[in-house]
């Protein structure tokens, strides 16, 4: 990687990705590798996410590290005014690499410009949240046997859903081919369609989410459709139960389809999708741990 | 005496220095004040409105004894793009510069974003030009694109 810190999803090559992704299916194997044996991990959560904190604190635990942090803002010295700046600086005092969230747009950047350890950003406000988009291509190369020349559709918020920003980018290194299916108010930007422009990523858009463009895909990656985006609240109550993915619609599906989601969910994935064989989310999940893993390895420099 | 050199005269004749020449005049004392010229000692001139050929009106600013470094100067890229620097020694104009917008723009900028990092941290903003065409230019931090029309200079 171009850094020792990971920010942003832009940093990694295809080689970096391939790397972190093979050896993070080493961990699936065996997750649990004293090879962090003396390190110490700062999970600094300004903004609480327990999810996220769960499954690195598991990750570097798993790898035989300790871990030190807090995990919501209230109860740290950022409540006192303390900079971002001199947190950072205080806890690499202590620790060999830090995880953190932040509710500030940029601020994993920032962190890793002041310190000298490694910065994992665990996501920073609506901007960037590498680990989940290396846990997304995880599951994608785990459940497809590849991660070239793959349909992906994407459904529901694409204007600020920055999971599937990072993932157009993530998988722009293996020839996909996209399917923007969002509203109106929230298609996907132009930025990240000049991306695909400029990298001759093929994509369409559409507003309708029909059975005829599921019946091409392999990877179907959901998304919700928040109330709190929508400017015109009649247009909410219009959408808000088109982007509803029901068992009943898979019917005509591929065999290798999954279906992906960050999660949490609200209603975008009915109850009775749950049950079937292509539902992928929970285990999504769970590739996370072993994803994470393989980012703490990477970032600390550490042989598997 | 040129007429060229009488017309500048009216103004203040330098012996040595910088004549900033077609500042749009909306923009003058924007340029005034990213150059801190309110810190200089240096004798200084500012005038504006002037009757221009190639674009109507325009502002100038003489300074003597002042002489810009490349970074020092390429600040005022953003606003004025299209100003000319006289190298002025001993009365004669010795070089014309024109500037050039730099790759990276360093405490200039304010960014728009209200929730990026650097509106909430005492910090320098840092933007990278995206696309000197358009005058496009990325946060650093955020990853926000402003486009030259929504550029807030700080």
Known sequence: ?304 | MSAQKQKELQVAALENGTAIDHIPPSQLFKVASLLGLEKMDNTITIGNNFHSKKMGCKGVIKIAGKFFEEDEINRIALIAPNVILNIIRDYEVVEKKTITLPDELIGLVKCNNPKCITNNEPMLSRFDVVDRATGAIRCRYCERKINKEDIVIK
């Open chain 1, 1 to 304: 990687m171009k850094s020792k810190s990971l920010v942003s999803i832009d940093q990694c090559s295809q080689e970096d990705i391939l790397r972190i992704l093979d050896n993070a299916q080493k961990f699936e194997e065996n997750p649990n590798r004293k090879i962090m044996d003396g390190k110490v991990a700062a999970t600094l959560f300004f903004e609480p996410s327990t999810r996220t904190r769960l499954s690195f604190e598991t990750a570097f635990n798993r790898l035989g590290g300790k871990v030190v942090g807090f995990s919501d803002a209230s109860t740290s010295s950022s409540s006192k005014g303390e900079t971002l700046k001199d947190t950072i600086l205080m806890v690499s005092n202590y620790a060999d690499v830090i995880i953190m969230r932040h509710y500030l747009e940029g601020a994993a950047r920032y962190a890793s410009e002041v310190t000298d350890i490694p910065i994992i950003n665990a996501g920073d406000g609506a901007n960037q949240h590498p680990s989940q988009t290396l846990l997304d291509m995880y599951s994608i190369r785990k459940t497809q046997g590849t991660l070239e020349n793959l349909t992906i559709t994407m459904v529901g918020d694409l204007k600020y859903g920055r999971t599937v920003h990072s993932l157009i980018v993530g998988m722009s290194h293996f020839n996909p081919t996209f399917h923007f299916i969002a509203p109106e108010e929230l298609r996907m930007p132009e930025e990240q369609k000049h991306f695909c422009e400029k990298h001759n990523i093929k994509y369409t858009e559409h507003c309708d989410f029909t059975t005829d463009i599921i019946n091409q895909t392999d990877i179907l990656y959901m998304t919700r459709v928040q109330r709190e985006r929508f400017t015109d609240l009649v247009e909410y109550e219009r959408v808000k139960n088109v982007y509803i993915l029901h068992n009943e619609m898979l019917k005509g599906s591929r065999d290798n389809l999954r279906i992906l989601h960050p999660l949490p969910r609200v209603n975008e994935i009915a109850y009775d999708v749950d049950d079937n064989p292509k539902a992928y989310y929970i285990q999504q999940a769970r590739n996370g741990l072993f994803t994470r893993e393989a980012i703490i390895c990477e970032v600390l420099n550490v042989e598997i």
